[in-house]
């Protein structure tokens, strides 16, 4: 969601930015911008629609080697060329790109920009205004910034420039993600490490409220009240590859088959030499002294923890609750006397999670994040950290960072129990295993996948996803997966509740697709099947090996039952693709959604 990249060296920085907003193009937007800076002065260029739409607007002519680019994803006012970033100050002495949202804007205009007409419909320009004010009242550029910045609430990160200053690029954040990247006479600002790989893997994190000044020779942190601040860089351990979509026609493709190859890393991440999962002491001791835990997360990583509840109360005997982060905050559950909270986020930058891992910081509890980027914000303010090892995750539709989240928190069960003296039911490295040749062997049946989608969900205007137990949190995904690329109006349900209401929907030809993978419910599922293609609806029973019947469309390999959802979702996902293609939607970069959602 948004996406800043800056440059300040002594190469052409328009092509540096342009490459670098088209590496932010996965975190989803709809409009661009770029500044670059020369002897003759700031030259903005902005578009509504694609990067390659900015690009082929970009003069060519126009050399510099300063500059600032963004994505914008819409919060105040429509996309649009005028509401895109880079805004400028009134004199167009300064120019600035804005991630976050500043909830006090309408306050600040009122109180201190009476009189000024802002061009857009943004909470960004604002900011702008108010540091050209303060320069003019005699404060140093500086001086305005800081003071521009304590006026600010809600969450930025920023990227300044100034017409008569030519070495120096003004940074700040505070709750959105940024970081200044290092280079041999040459520094860069990306809001990640992916968008400027192109030119260093060395990174320095900012933390909320500094500001820094970068230059092409330094960048110099410094804290609200002025401190200078040291920070070591580190590497950002990314391979260029791993963000290229190779051979694949799309990045979701690629993500869903690279789950096998993510199972064998999580396995060999999390072994140790005596061949035996392993976590950190700490963190099996923070889930050991707890007596609940709490499971904040949003959207398919929700999804991913509604499975691990079911992994950490089965496997390790300690209960769990699981809650949609954006409703925690005004809606706190009565909490348990030794809390942990455990957040669920591939990005580890999302605005709802951060907003409750803020509060329940404030009321002293334990916290662990499960994210696929270290580093991120989530895992550098939670007390613990478990990695997914997914790799980038590039579609806006999760997929491989779902089955990742549903392994980690597979083992993080698994060790606990161990740690507790349960005796385990199963090996799961060798589980893993299975679900690993399992996942390969889908992968390889798309044409099946493709057919089910060409059947089922090539015209419909709706379609359900029924299961029983885990099965259901599957089916939530699958409706998740298939709306969110695919436009079609999808719903997830448990296969009894159906009848009571929505069954009303079911009609002449309504695609169901349901789940039969779980031995325990297995006849009831199929009950409920029968109960809808009785009022009309076209079923696709999607079953487990060893648990179908002669009409189920096809038949998932079998694996261990409480392991269903590692493999189960990827015809799901696979399905939802094949729609998406067949309705010729933009499958890696779905319309209005964001990968990375970093405003509340
Ligand atoms: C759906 C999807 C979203 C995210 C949600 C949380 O495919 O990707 O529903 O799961 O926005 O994001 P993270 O996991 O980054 O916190």
Redesign the pocket.
């Known amino acids: 969601m948004c996406g800043i990249v800056g440059y300040i060296g002594n190469n052409d920085a328009k092509e540096i930015l342009l490459k670098g907003l088209e590496k932010l193009e996965y975190r989803g937007y709809d409009s661009a911008g770029i500044a670059v800076k020369n002897a003759d002065g700031v030259h903005v260029f902005k578009e509504k629609g694609r990067i390659a739409d900015l690009r082929d607007n970009v003069d060519e002519t126009v050399l510099s080697n300063t500059g600032i680019g963004h994505t914008r994803w819409a919060t105040h006012g429509p996309p649009s060329k005028v509401n895109a970033h880079p805004h400028q100050s009134t004199s167009e002495r300064f120019t600035l790109v804005h991630n976050g949202v500043i909830e006090n804007y309408s306050a600040l205009k009122r109180e201190y920009l009476e009189g000024y007409t802002l061009k857009s419909d943004t909470d960004t320009e604002i900011i702008v205004l108010l540091i050209e004010k303060l320069v003019n009242e005699g404060n140093t550029v500086e001086e305005a910034f800081r003071s521009t910045l304590k006026l600010l609430k809600g969450s930025y990160a920023i990227a300044l420039l100034d017409n008569q200053n030519d070495e120096t690029i003004f940074v700040a954040k505070n709750k959105s993600p940024l970081l200044v990247g290092l280079g041999d006479d040459f520094n860069v600002v990306a809001s990640d490490a992916m968008a400027m790989l192109q030119v260093t893997d060395q990174y320095v994190e900012l933390m909320d409220k500094e500001t820094v000044i970068v230059t092409k020779e330094k960048v110099t942190i410094h804290d609200l009240e002025g401190n200078e601040v040291s920070r070591e860089p580190y590497t950002a351990e990314l391979d260029a590859s791993d963000i290229e979509k190779g051979t694949y026609p799309h990045y979701m493709l690629k993500e869903i088959d690279e789950q096998p190859a993510v199972m064998r890393k999580i396995i060999s991440a999390y072994r140790n030499d005596d061949q035996e999962l392993e976590i950190n002491q700490d963190i099996l001791s923070a889930m050991n002294d707890s007596d609940r835990i709490y499971i904040v997360?949003?959207?398919?990583?929700?999804?991913a923890g509604l499975v691990g509840k079911q992994f950490i109360e089965n496997i390790a005997g300690i209960p769990v609750e699981v809650h949609v982060?954006s409703e925690f905050s005004y809606n706190m559950p009565l909490l348990s006397e030794k809390p942990l909270f455990v957040?669920?986020?591939?990005?580890?930058?999302?605005a709802?999670?951060r907003a409750v891992l803020v509060q329940i910081k404030e009321l002293g509890h334990k916290s662990l994040t499960i994210?696929?980027v270290p580093g991120s914000t989530?895992s550098r303010e939670a007390d613990y950290t478990l990695l997914l090892h997914a790799g980038p995750?590039i579609a806006?539709?999760?997929?491989k960072?779902?089955t990742a989240?549903i392994a980690v928190l597979s083992i993080l069960a698994d060790v606990t129990a161990r740690s507790k003296g349960i005796k385990p039911k199963f090996d799961l490295i060798h589980e893993l295993g299975i679900v690993g040749t399992a996942m390969e062997a889908l992968c390889e049946q798309k044409e099946e996948f493709e057919a089910i989608a060409r059947d089922y969900l090539a015209t419909t205007r709706n379609a359900f996803f029924i299961g029983r137990h885990l099965d259901y949190y599957v089916g939530l995904e699958g409706a998740?997966?298939l709306k969110?690329i695919s436009y079609i109006q999808a719903e997830g349900f448990a296969g009894g509740e159906l009848k009571h209401g929505t069954i009303a929907l079911i009609e002449e030809g309504t695609p169901v697709i349901a789940l039969a993978t779980q031995e325990a419910v297995n006849l009831g599922i199929r009950g409920n099947v029968k109960e809808v293609a009785a009022r009309g609806a076209n079923p696709c029973i999607i079953s487990m090996k060893g648990l179908q019947e002669e009409d189920d469309r096809f038949v998932i390999p079998e694996v261990n039952e409480i392991l269903t959802p590692l493999i189960s979702v990827i015809p799901l996902q696979l399905i939802s693709y094949y729609a998406a293609l067949h309705r010729d939607c933009d499958v890696d970069k779905p319309r209005n959604?964001?990968?990375?959602?970093t405003v509340e």
């Open positions: 997360a949003a959207g398919t990583s929700y999804h982060a957040f669920i986020s591939q990005s580890g930058e999302t709802d999670s994210t696929n989530l995750e806006v539709a999760s997929t960072a779902y989240q998740l997966k969110e959604l964001a990968k990375s959602v």
